[in-house]
């Protein structure tokens, strides 16, 4: 699997939540050592992902450091070349170049970053283009970005996010896209609300995310359903693709009494990666 629909967080210093979210069909576990484990706890943390036995098949593993230029950061890149890391959830990133800067260091290892939360970070998102880059998904926050923004909240007067909030989100999306990397939607932090959780999925998959950050194993599910292709879709992309098949010097064709070119030709081949 290349790009994993569900992004399970786990805090790194809890061994009891390691093991559970381990054991569950997440596509990618992220061993949190950044804002979920306290400042007092992250010395530990690592000791618990350095004791962490050899991966045996299950989710990929993932490790978010603590952001650039933090003494904590440096303690976290020594864990690097220890257990079966596939990769680096890079917090707090602000353009490409941090990307570049962390590379220096990490080499070819993927790097997963979390794009939008800072103010400045806003401003970057066209900067992850490079194809040298092991950059391979870029994520949205919205709870740092409001923090760091001093708002008292995040939702608008109607419960809806604000606009600010579906800017830095399309920016992700746009920026993933544009630099050739999987688009990942944040977390939906209310656990307990899963027709909301699966709406929002629903809605980012539309919109072309292909997977969604989770925080909690109960999300796990309904995220890997939302972005797993339907039977229908998948039937509808094959008869596409078989159209043009069918007729390989078209440029434009019909299907069911819809017009079908090129762009639709491209979706259907991507539904059809992203089924497998
Ligand atoms: N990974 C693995 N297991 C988890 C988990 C996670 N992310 N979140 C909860 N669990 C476990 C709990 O430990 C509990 O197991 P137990 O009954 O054996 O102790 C079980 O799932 C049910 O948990 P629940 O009681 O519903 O939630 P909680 O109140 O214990 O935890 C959170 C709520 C938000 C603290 C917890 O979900 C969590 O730590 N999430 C990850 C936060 C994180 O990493 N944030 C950083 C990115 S934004
Ligand atoms: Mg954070």
Request: with cysteine.
């Amino acid at each position: 699997m290349t790009q994993p629909r569900s992004w399970l967080f786990v805090p790194a210093d809890s061994e009891r939540k390691i093991t559970k979210a381990l054991d569950s069909a997440a596509d990618a576990v992220i061993f949190d050592l950044e804002d979920s484990v306290a400042p007092g706890a992250k010395a530990q943390a690592r000791e618990v992902l350095k004791g962490l036995a050899g991966r045996d098949g299950g989710p990929q593993w993932w490790v978010r450091i603590n952001p650039l230029r933090t003494d904590e950061h440096r303690l976290d890149l020594e864990l690097l070349g220890i257990a079966d890391i596939h990769g680096i959830v890079l917090p707090k990133a602000e353009s490409g170049a941090d990307v570049a800067e962390l590379a220096h260091r990490t080499g070819s290892i993927p790097v997963h970053a979390i794009v939008t939360e800072t103010a400045a970070s806003l401003f970057g998102l066209l900067s992850y283009r490079d194809p040298n880059s092991p950059l391979a998904a870029m994520s949205w926050g919205a709870e740092d970005l409001s923090a760091a923004l001093g708002a008292s909240s995040k939702y608008d007067e109607g419960g809806e996010l604000s606009f600010t909030y579906k800017l830095a989100r399309s920016l992700c999306l746009a920026g993933a896209v544009a630099a050739d990397v999987q688009p990942v939607d944040g977390v939906f932090a209310d656990f307990r609300d899963e027709p909301g959780l699966l709406a929002e999925a629903r809605a980012a998959a539309r919109e072309g995310f292909t997977g969604k950050l989770a925080i909690h194993p109960a999300q796990v599910e309904p995220i890997n359903m939302a972005f797993t292709p339907s039977p229908e879709e998948i039937a509808h992309a094959q008869a596409i693709v078989a159209a043009f098949a069918a007729e390989p010097g078209a440029g434009v064709l019909s299907i069911g009494g819809r017009m079908i070119d090129r762009p639709h030709l491209t979706q259907a081949e991507r539904v059809l990666a992203r089924a497998g």
